[in-house]
């Protein structure tokens, strides 16, 4: 039985490789770890038991310690969601019921929508609340 429990780790350690999320990882431990048990014991329940019990036990006792060194909190936005909270200027009037709208942000035009289903006059100082697609979601700045 342990042939499976070492096919399962190793099973799981591809998986994670794939995935990236350091969750799948605790299970291959756990798998490992039931493989030593069964040299010891040779009912297949209760290494199952001893597997899923390890695993558990380390998904969750070690998940937030992995997740405050893993998170970076330095994450710089790039692309279209570096222009969310940008301010811009309207160029062409943004008119909700013609969908039609145009603004200038960062030195780039962007087709554009009102967050409120407004319509938002040229020249009108605004902040990007999103980017949907190739649309830029913006309400004026008060």
């Known amino acids: 039985m342990w042939k499976i429990w070492l096919v399962l780790a190793g099973i799981f350690l591809i998986i994670e490789i794939i995935n990236m999320g350091f969750l799948v990882f605790w299970f291959s431990i756990g798998a490992l770890i039931a493989m030593i048990a069964s ?20 998904l969750f006792a070690t998940r937030p310690f992995v997740n405050k060194f893993l998170t970076n909190k330095n994450f710089v936005k790039t692309n279209s969601a570096s222009f969310e909270g940008k301010i811009g200027k309207v ?44 649309k830029a979601i913006v309400k004026p700045l008060v």
């Open 39 to 58: 040299f010891f014991i040779d009912n297949v329940i209760i290494q199952s038991t001893i597997f899923l019990i390890s695993s558990t036990i380390l």
């Open 91 to 134: 160029t062409a009037d943004i008119n909700p019921i013609e969908s039609t709208g145009q603004v200038k942000v960062n030195g780039e035009v962007w087709s554009a929508k009102s967050y409120d289903n407004t319509f938002i006059a040229k020249g009108t100082e605004i902040i990007v609340e999103k980017i949907e697609g190739v």
